[in-house]
Nanobody
């Protein structure tokens, strides 16, 4: 019943842009912090960007100034605008939700299936 569906990944040249979308269902979207993570082959999964229920954001140092995370609570969707892409941005990107309610009885975290971003030189 909980589903995070990502879209927007693909192959792009260095310097180009992509916009990732994550459509959520089965959660109370507005009380969830939403995050984008990425994992490259042979590397640890890392947090790329996070947006909290109140709208505050956090970014990995490697993407600051290039990536922007945003949410549309009316559409239950979180976005990641990626500009000035570099080959080192190549990874599988995953959408994450984290429930902030104190009365939580089920899992706090859910994950999307991942979408591949490949940046060529």
């Amino acid at each position: 019943q909980v589903q995070l569906v990502e879209s927007g990944g693909g192959l792009v040249q260095a310097g180009g842009s992509l916009r990732l979308s994550c459509a959520a269902s089965g959660i109370i979207f507005k009380v969830n912090a939403m995050g984008w993570y990425r994992q490259a082959p042979g590397k640890q999964r890392e947090l790329v960007a996070r947006i909290n229920p109140g709208g505050s954001t956090n970014y990995a140092d490697s993407v600051k100034g290039r990536f922007t995370i945003a949410r549309d609570n009316a559409k239950n969707t979180v976005y990641l605008q990626m500009n000035s892409l570099k080959p080192e941005d190549t990874a599988a990107y995953y959408c994450n939700s984290h429930n902030t309610l104190s009365g939580l009885r089920g899992p706090a975290d859910y994950w999307g299936q991942g979408t591949q971003v490949t940046v060529s030189s």
